[in-house]
């Protein structure tokens, strides 16, 4: 009986490369979120009624009303007294100078600068504006502070000539401080590019290696084995 010879190749395994896992990609940041600020829970309740708060009561006191019609009064005396002041751009940087204060002081800042551990920092997130009666709204000085912008941005509008620049920029400034006095906004705040709250991974595809990385290349390949029949008795 004449012996058949069987050449198998010796396998190397050494030079496979293992599987890698899942590899996890991160999700964008959202380009805009509106989020709500503050839990209205029992406890809220009652730190904001365990004392009064004075940061934001003054709004209805006596002459706290006038007092918006005396400082822009004021402001546009002073800024009449500047040399070569025209009585346009006059009105328009007295309204602007309004917003601008404005928006800071009710809308920009938030929490109150003193007394805030006697409330247990029920109003460290809220504006003033969403202080101001207890957040109630279309309340009588909610009404005023509302109205008061509206009619300085028409006064500016009728002395300026109506003049199509000017008229835009005080309109876009009166929107700006407008919107956050809507009661759909009371106390939603709009973020730009935040990261994604849920923290969740997207998966990807799983990562193989490459076709042939695993087969070694000829200069590598181990000497053929000659098995013969007397291998296997």
């Given amino acids: 009986m004449s012996r058949t010879g069987i050449k198998l190749p010796a396998l190397d ?11 996890s990609r991160g999700r964008s940041s959202s380009i ?3 989020e709500h600020v503050g839990d209205r829970s029992v406890e809220e309740f009652v730190d904001r009624g365990a004392y009064s708060n004075i940061n934001a009561d003054w709004v209805n006191s006596k002459g706290a009303w006038m007092i ?20 346009q751009i006059s009105w ?6 309004y917003l601008a204060i404005s928006y800071l ?3 920009w800042v938030t929490g109150i600068p003193f007394g805030s551990d006697l409330h247990g920092g029920a109003y460290d997130d809220l504006s003033l504006w969403e202080q101001i009666d207890d957040g109630a709204q279309y309340t009588p000085a909610k009404k005023w502070l509302f109205s008061v912008p509206i ?4 006064a500016s509008t009728h002395y300026t000539n109506y003049n199509p620049w000017l008229f835009a920029i005080n309109l876009t400034a009166l929107v700006v401080v407008l919107i956050p006095k809507l009661p759909q906004l009371h106390r939603q705040r ?6 994604n ?5 997207t998966p990807t595809t799983q990562s193989f290696p490459n076709s042939g990385t695993s087969t070694p290349p000829i200069s590598r390949m181990p000497t053929a084995v000659h098995l013969t029949e007397a291998h296997f008795q």
């Fill in 13 to 23: 395994l050494s030079a496979a490369k293992p599987l890698t896992g899942l590899r």
């Fill in 32 to 34: 805009v979120k509106v």
């Fill in 68 to 87: 918006h019609v005396v400082l822009i009064i004021f402001g546009k005396i002073i800024i009449d007294t500047l040399p070569g002041m025209t009585q």
């Fill in 92 to 97: 328009t940087l007295v309204n602007l100078f």
């Fill in 105 to 107: 002081m009710f809308h």
């Fill in 151 to 154: 009619g300085l941005f028409l």
């Fill in 190 to 195: 709009v973020r730009f590019l935040t990261d």
């Fill in 197 to 201: 709250a849920s923290g969740m991974s």
